[in-house]
Structure formats: structure tokens, C-alpha cells
């Protein structure tokens, strides 16, 4: 029973892939210079955003380091690198920083 449920998947594939590629070589219907210029109106852009897209995955390849720069100022400029949210300043109770905060009253010892 088995042979006979994996050859009729055989031939579901085969029959599958035939219809498929017979579909595939059948000529497009030819357009009219109307449907032809909303086509182009509609996908304007498409194709220089493509190329931009390409273009900055060659220069990653070519040059790598220039790529993590690039991300590096994204992150900075996002605020990722806030020097006064770093782990250990100021997070933890018993801080140096929030006990001179406390005994002062104020915003710390800076002058």
C-alpha cells in the first residue's frame, strides 16, 4: 500500500511540474500602450530603489568596515551610547553618586 501512495505523489509532482511549465511558456497577452504607461507610472522607483539596494550590498561586501561604521552612528544617533545610561552609574542602590546627591540635597558635587 505504501509503493502505491508514494508513486501517486510521484505523479502529482511530475504532473505538477508539466502544467506548471506548460503554463510558464504560453505567450503573455499583449498590452495596450494605455495599460503599458500605468504600468510604468506605477512602478517608478521600483527599479532605482532595487539598484540602491544592490549597490549597498556590493559596498558592504567591498568594504565591511565601512558598513559597521555606518550602523555604529545609526546606534549612536538612536542613543544607544547615552554615556549617563551605562550599567553601573547610578543603577545599583548604594551608589557613591546618589549618596552625595542625598547628604547635599542637590544635583551632586559638580560645580
Do not use: C
Amino acid at each position: 500500500m505504501g509503493d502505491w501512495i508514494g508513486l501517486g505523489i510521484i505523479v502529482l509532482v511530475a504532473l505538477g511540474a508539466f502544467f506548471g511549465l506548460a503554463r510558464l511558456g504560453t505567450p503573455p497577452e499583449p498590452m495596450t500602450p494605455e495599460e503599458f504607461e500605468s504600468r510604468v507610472q506605477e512602478s517608478r522607483g521600483w527599479m532605482s530603489a532595487g539598484a540602491a539596494a544592490g549597490m549597498h550590498a556590493l559596498q558592504k561586501l567591498m568594504n565591511p568596515k565601512a558598513a559597521e561604521a555606518v550602523e555604529a552612528i545609526k546606534d549612536l544617533e538612536a542613543g544607544y551610547y547615552d554615556e549617563h545610561e551605562q550599567a553601573g552609574e547610578g543603577d545599583e542602590p548604594g551608589d557613591p553618586q546618589d549618596e552625595a546627591k542625598e547628604k547635599t540635597g542637590g544635583e551632586g558635587t559638580d560645580a
